[in-house]
């Protein structure tokens, strides 16, 4: 099995042979819980869920499904500020974590894993100046589950 690790966000969205809503949104509110435990356990504020947030993440995650990529920028070349700015979320601070599997199973455990066992991604999950996020989450063809989080402060 390859997992490739990024930065983003939590929300949903299918494409192709998909799960029930229901799962995704599931995925979704669970990896956000899972990521909201790590921060406590560091002393850090727990993030609120934004579902304006969300959707930034989630069209991110229905592109990359969509057109078969995975990364930081979308097919336009902008990054996650700039897809944040063009939906009118205002921000001082932002960030992103990316993550792919075949399958949903399990995947708020092992997204979260591989984050924390990465410097970058685990920064990026104990940013304190972070009050926000939300995460996308969307399925391809082939059935792997893209996602998205973003951070928002």
Sequence with gaps: M??????????????????????VREAEEELLAGINREREREGLTGLRWSERVARVARVH???????????HED??????????????VRHRACG??????????GLAGRALGGWLRSEEHRA?????EYREAGVGIAVDERGRWVVTVVFVG
């Design 75 to 88: 097919l336009n070349s902008r990054r996650v500020s700039e897809r944040l700015r063009g939906a009118g």
């Design 2 to 23: 390859t997992r490739r690790i990024f930065t983003g966000t939590v929300c949903a969205a299918r494409v192709g042979a998909e799960p029930r809503t229901g799962e």
């Design 124 to 128: 990026n999950l104990l940013r304190g």
């Design 96 to 105: 992103e974590n990316l993550y792919w599997q075949p399958g949903g199973s």
């Design 61 to 71: 995650s229905e592109e990359m499904a969509r057109a078969r990529y995975f990364g």
